[in-house]
């Protein structure tokens, strides 16, 4: 009896996990880049505008802390975005016959919210793509991982 053959039930399953878990894990990474392109356009909007607003009131001093929430929100994206791309780079390729199981809630993670109204979009913006939008995460799990966050 061949004892390679008799682990390839288990060996089929364990390609089948890898394998949905690296396409998970370029999901993660393709979403983050599209949200890094919107939070790109929304900052140089409100950039706009507070150059405006600063036209008028020149004693206004928001600007600062807009351009630092948008570097720290920027920053933490593409440090995402890095980390999920030499994952994804570092799984050897798994047999693409494979048909995908059910993933596990991302090991990403997530900043607590700190109650800060100012801070809530950045916040939700990234529980939705880390987590709310996987749809191989269960509800409950969901649930479970905002609620860990402070939420």
Excluded: W
């Amino acid at each position: 009896m061949n004892p390679k053959s008799d682990h390839k039930p288990i060996l089929e399953e364990l390609k089948k996990k890898l394998s949905s878990r690296v396409k998970g894990i370029r999901r993660l990474a393709d979403r983050l880049e599209c949200r890094l392109d919107v939070l790109k356009a929304t900052i140089a909007k409100a950039s706009q505008v507070q150059e405006s607003i600063e036209e008028i009131d020149s004693d206004d001093d928001f600007g600062a802390e807009l351009e630092e929430l948008s570097i720290v929100t920027k920053a933490r994206i593409m440090s995402l975005i890095d980390a999920l791309k030499t994952a994804s780079d570092t799984i050897p390729s798994v047999s693409a016959s494979v048909a995908p199981t059910r993933a596990r809630l991302p090991k990403l993670a997530l900043p607590k919210f700190s109650g800060k109204y100012s801070e809530f979009k950045g916040f939700i913006t990234l529980f939705e793509t880390l987590v709310h939008n996987d749809e191989s995460i269960p509800v409950i799990e969901k649930f479970n991982h905002l609620l860990k966050t402070g939420l």
